[in-house]
């Protein structure tokens, strides 16, 4: 994996979490794919379990954004680091909440997630509400 084929991969999660198309969240990840949510947490295990996690509990479409970039690459793992944003409502003019998150991607040889981990802080001051 290089540079732009991370920031590739990132461009195509923003939209499918856009969209929750579930055809765009499988393209993303490996059949065996792990994703891990929290770092203590036990992942989701498989590319369908992964689909229907996404699937749960959506964001009402229209009421945030993200923007995420790699930082560093080593082989087929990835680290990245961005901003998931979310407003009152669709109109996007009050922020809600906002995130600093950092992925840790393992990728396979054709460029789907094997594993996903995900970190994310809020700004001081901001309930987790």
């Known amino acids: 994996m290089n540079r732009s084929d991370v920031a590739a991969w990132l461009d195509a999660y923003v939209e499918a979490w856009k969209t929750y198309s579930p055809e765009a969240i499988?393209?993303?990840?490996?059949?065996?794919a792990e994703y891990t949510?929290?770092?203590?947490?036990?992942?989701?295990?498989?590319?369908?379990?992964?689909v229907a996690s996404w699937l749960t509990n959506r964001d009402p479409e229209g009421t945030y954004e993200a923007r995420y970039?790699?930082?560093?690459?080593?082989g087929d793992v990835a680290v990245a680091n961005g901003r998931s944003r979310y407003f009152k409502d669709s109109t996007r003019t009050e922020l809600a909440r906002q995130w600093d998150n950092l992925f840790v991607i393992r990728f396979d040889g054709a460029g789907r997630c094997v594993s996903f981990r995900e970190w994310y802080m809020p700004p001081p001051k901001q309930s987790e509400s």
């Open 37 to 50: 949510y929290e770092p203590f947490d036990e992942p989701v295990k498989g590319r369908d379990a992964i």
């Open 69 to 74: 970039e790699p930082i560093a690459i080593d």
């Open 26 to 32: 499988a393209t993303l990840f490996a059949e065996d």
